[in-house]
Structure formats: C-alpha cells, structure tokens
C-alpha cells in the first residue's frame, strides 16, 4: 500500500472551517487506499501570539521555556485535526514531536532533527489509523522539548517522509505553486511546474518563505519528492520539487527577498601609528592576523556563510575593516562574539543596521554567467536603489539595500529578469554567453594568450547593457545579435 505524508500549515488549519476543509482532504487520501500521515503547524498566528504572550512578561524569554511554551501551538492543531476526523469516522490518533519519535540536537529554537524513530507512527499505519503529528517540535538527549525555527513544521513533514519511506511528501498552503517570486507581491509571477532541490534550496534560503530551507535540503537528501500544493485548490498539481536530471535548468528560476536582514560593519583597525618601528609593526600585524582569523572562525560557526564576509585590507597603513550580513535570529549571537573580540583587537568598532532587505536572484545560470549578477546591480543602480552590498553565493546572487526599497527592487528584478520574458532573458544571456566564448575564442586565436583573451571579454562585458528602466530585452536581442 502507498504512503503518503501531507502536511498543513497554519493558515489551512486556521480555525475549525478550515480544519474541517484539510479533513476531508485527508479522508479524500485516504479512501484512495494510502497511508496518510498528517504533519500539522499551529492554528493561524498561534506561534506569533504565544511568542508575543512571552514577550510581555521577559523581553528575552529563556529558551528552553519558550520552547514549551510554542511547542504547544502544534499540540491544539493535532488535537483539533484528530477530534474532525474522528468524528468523519475515521480512525485519527495524534502525536507530539517525541511521540513521533523526532530527535533533535540541543538548540533551542532552532534545533536540527538528528534522527526519527517513528515506530509509534509504523504501529498506528498498521491499525489502519491516520497519524496525525505535530509539526515544529521534537525532543532532544536530555529529554527536553525543542522546536525547530520558524517554518520548520515542512521539515518535520519531510523527516518523516523519508524515516517512513513515503512515496512523496505533500505540503499544503495558502498559495497552489512555487511561483518565480512570492505571488503576493508580485501579480505577474509565475507558477514552476517542477524545480530542482538545488534551485529550491537556494530560493528558500534567500527568502521565500514558501519553503523552509531545511525541509528542502532533507529532501533532497534523502530523495523525498516534495509537491507543493494549495489546501483551497487540492485538485491542482502544484510544484513538483524534485532531482535535478527530472526539473529542468533554469537560466534564472526566480526572485526571492529576505526583508530582515542585519548588515554589521566591522574596523579592526584604523590607526597608523607613525612612530612605529619595523619589528613592532610585524609583531602587532601577526598577532592581528591571528586574532582576525578567530574572529572570522568563530562568526562563521555561527551560521555565517564565509562567501559573504568580505575582508578589505588598505595596503600601506595599517587598515582593515570587515562586513557581512545576516539573519537576525543570529544578531545577540554576533553582538557578544565581536563585545568579545576586543581584547585580542583594541582598535575593533563596529555598526550593526537592521531592517536591510536582501534581494536575491536564483537560478543555475548565475554561476556560469557573471554577467547576470553585473545586470542585476544594474537595474538597481539605474533605478537609483543604493546597493550595500552585492555576494554571490551558490546558484545565487544578492543585493543588500535599504528595506524601503524592497518592493520596488524586488518588481524591477522580476520584470527584468522573470517576467514573461524570462525566456527571452534566459536565451539572451546564453546568447550573450555564446557571443563571448566565441570573442575569446578569436582573440586567444590572434594572440595565442589567454589573459589577452580575458581582457577582450571583459572589455565585452563593460559593453553589455541590456538593462535599461523601461526594460526592453527585445531591443537587447537585436543588439545582441548585431553585435555578434
Ligand atoms: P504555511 O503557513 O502554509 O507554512 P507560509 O506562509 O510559510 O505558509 O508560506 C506560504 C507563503 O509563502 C505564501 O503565502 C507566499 O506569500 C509566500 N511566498 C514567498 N515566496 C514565494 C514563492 N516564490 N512562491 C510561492 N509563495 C511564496
Ligand atoms: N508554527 C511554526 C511557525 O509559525 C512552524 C510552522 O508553521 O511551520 O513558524
Ligand atoms: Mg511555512
């Protein structure tokens, strides 16, 4: 018999109409002759009102406690979902995290699950019954309760998929596909029919919520196909998420946008001091070495990724400063790495912003056209949004610029890069691609050097533009092609 794991989010469980609608979903699998195993999250807002509820009585809530206390949110939506069921005459039972079986490492508030030893599960699918689980949480070695950040009831979905072996893991929410950037801000966005783990794992992680990016790298994996779906339109296929040699290669597959993102600015050292001798001057260079590469060591253990801190040194004083960005879950983490940081470096200032929006384009052409990244801080620059930052990341570009502009960045990216034309975009920059291989190609010929080569191509490249306001890919085609 086929399994099958569907998992609802909060708002598809959001009072009892709509848990009555996701039970005869359920019930629908089920008298198709499946294994249903339901993952739930928390009715509504149920998470964002009991962290609220914390917060009135400790403004930095200790985390173990407020782990018991979300986990909670969960508790009320498996009941709720078993209790309509039941009463559909189908035999639902309902199961906490640690009932589930999923064990967690010991982070508070976002821990990873380790491992799922669902035997609870297999013996509730053996007496015919639909378990219905709580998505979010699990137990950790010492028996505690933890959860597993925001979004992370797909992640309990997917866990289970993959310890039960089911043939897919369902998701179900308030939008019918993954579309090209989140549909609620952008009307022309379009729906992805199939995408790679790759693809979706690097859209989740710039931001789009529709996905958590830990439940996309599970699946992937452990090759659990996961299809998003909509809890008000089942009938619809959705989004298939699913292996690489399956989902076709995007040029560009999307835009997705991180609205909370924390940008620190790190000097390590400013001061030239003239009257330094020689030697003191190595001396204190090493053990600022030293101190700089614990520094960097320690920021990228806590989830930092290292392709995004940019280190800048000026040569010839003594100068150099660091920055990065970065979620702001992380930010009391960073403040009291760098608070201690200033013995080892006793020059260290630094400036921490919040509210920065990261604008994030993703697509497995990014990594083999650098031109999409320099087209991307065009269309920001020529609209006047002031780029902080630009990184790369894999199948990923990214723009750091201040929040008020993330609508309008995110619009204009889109428009520029996914819209219905993104199909001409896409056979624009293979075509620009191919235009360059050949350029260099004709001049490595002339020259017989590569690096002769590789300064014609940039020269091509300081050429290019195709990014204008009023984008219009087709005048860029015919350029193109003209100037081939
Ligand atoms: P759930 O509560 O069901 O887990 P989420 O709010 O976590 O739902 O995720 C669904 C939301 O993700 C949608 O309502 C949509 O606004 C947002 N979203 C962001 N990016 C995308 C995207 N690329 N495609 C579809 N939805 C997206
Ligand atoms: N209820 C949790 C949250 O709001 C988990 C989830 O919805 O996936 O983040
Ligand atoms: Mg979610």
Redesign the pocket.
Same mark, same amino acid.
């Given at each position: 018999m086929s399994r099958i794991v569907q998992k609802f @989010?909060?708002?598809?469980v959001k009072d009892p109409e709509h848990i009555g609608k996701v039970a005869e979903i359920v019930a629908e699998t089920y008298s198709q002759n499946k294994q249903v195993v339901v993952v739930v999250?928390a009715m509504g807002h149920g998470t964002d009102e009991l962290i609220d509820l914390a917060l009135k009585v400790d403004e930095n809530p200790e985390p173990r406690e407020l782990d018991v206390l979300l986990a909670t949110g969960e508790q009320v939506s498996i009941a709720m979902l078993s209790i309509a069921l039941r009463s559909m005459g189908l035999k639902a039972r309902s199961f906490t995290g640690p009932q589930a079986g999923i064990l967690t490492d010991e982070t508070h508030g976002f821990a990873r699950i380790k491992t799922v030893h669902p035997s609870r599960i297999e013996s509730s699918l053996r007496r015919g019954e639909i378990p219905v689980v709580a998505g979010f949480q699990g137990m950790n070695g010492n028996s505690e309760l933890t959860t597993l950040g925001r @979004?992370g009831?797909?992640t309990t979905a997917v866990a289970l998929a993959a310890a039960l072996k089911a043939e897919c893991c369902d998701i179900y929410?308030?939008?019918d596909?993954?579309?090209t950037?989140?549909?609620?801000t952008v009307e022309s966005a379009r729906k992805l029919g199939v995408i790679s783990y790759e693809e979706m794992l690097a859209?989740a992680n710039s931001g789009?919520?529709?996905l958590n990016a830990r439940s996309v790298e599970l699946a992937m994996n452990n090759s659990v196909p996961i299809r998003l779906r909509s809890t008000f339109a089942p009938e619809n296929t959705g989004t298939l998420v699913t292996t690489k040699d399956i989902a076709p290669e995007h040029n560009v597959c999307?835009v997705?946008c991180d609205a909370s993102r924390v940008w620190v600015r790190i000097a390590i050292s400013q001061s030239f001091n003239a009257q330094e001798s020689v030697g003191d001057f190595a001396d204190n260079f090493s053990k600022q070495e030293d101190a700089v590469q614990h520094l960097l060591s320690t920021l990228i253990s806590l989830g930092i990724d290292k392709e995004i801190i940019s280190l800048k040194r000026a040569n010839g004083i003594n100068a150099s400063w660091l920055e990065f960005h970065c979620e702001k879950r992380i930010l009391r983490d960073v403040q009291s790495v760098l608070a201690g940081s200033t013995n080892q470096l006793p020059d260290l200032d630094y400036r921490i912003d919040t509210g920065l929006a990261l604008v994030s384009l993703v697509g497995a052409g990014i990594d083999r056209d650098y031109l999409i990244s320099d087209n991307l801080a065009q269309v920001l620059r020529k609209n006047a949004i002031p780029i902080l930052m630009q990184t790369q990341q894999v199948l990923r570009s990214s723009i750091l610029i201040p929040g008020a502009f993330k609508e309008q960045a995110v619009k204009l990216v889109h428009e520029v890069f996914c819209s219905t034309t993104a199909e001409a975009y896409s056979k624009l920059s293979k075509l620009e691609l191919e235009a360059e291989k050949l350029a260099l190609a004709r001049a490595e010929e002339a020259t017989g050097s590569t690096s002769a080569g590789l300064m014609f191509v940039a020269e091509l490249g300081a050429m290019t533009d195709p990014i204008v306001s009023e984008s219009n890919e087709l005048d860029y085609h015919v350029e193109t092609e003209a100037r081939r």
């Open positions: @989010g909060g708002t598809s999250s @979004g009831s797909d929410t308030d939008v596909a993954v579309y950037t989140d549909p609620r859209l789009a919520q529709v999307g997705a």
